[in-house]
Nanobody
Framework: QVQLVESGGGLVQAGGSLRLSCAASGGTFSRYGMNWFRQAPGKEREFVAAISWRGSITNYADSVKGRFTISRDNAKNTMYLQMNSLKPEDTAVYYC?????????WGQGTQVTVSS
């Protein structure tokens, strides 16, 4: 069973950048489509970005297009989310998600806080 661990969150000023990582262990990471989701206080979890198992296809929520970049390194069993031009409305807990045959897998989340 794949286990996912996010890291890289923190406090940043508006306009700044952060790079999130999602490290996978215990399974065939390279075969899974992967996603980033986020959940702000009092709101439902929402889709942020997706990447195919080879990394050749990506998709983004409109709210982050042009600012965030999703990528993966299958040799390192790690997925990334480069976040630039951060806005206060990007403040949320960010979760990575794996589309495993057994069902969706989730990490524990990492907090991103953007101050104005």
């Amino acid at each position: 069973q794949v286990q996912l661990v996010e890291s890289g969150g923190g406090l940043v000023q508006a306009g700044g950048s952060l790079r999130l990582s999602c490290a996978a262990s215990g399974g065939t990471f390279s075969r899974y489509g992967m996603n980033w989701f986020r959940q702000a206080p009092g709101k439902e979890r929402e889709f942020v970005a997706a990447i195919s198992w080879r990394g050749s296809i990506t998709n983004y929520a409109d709210s982050v297009k042009g600012r965030f970049t999703i990528s993966r390194d299958n040799a390192k069993n790690t997925m990334y989310l480069q976040m630039n031009s951060l806005k206060p409305e990007d403040t949320a807990v960010y979760y990575c998600n794996a589309e495993a045959p057994s069902g969706a897998l989730w990490g524990q989340g990492t907090q991103v806080t953007v101050s104005s």
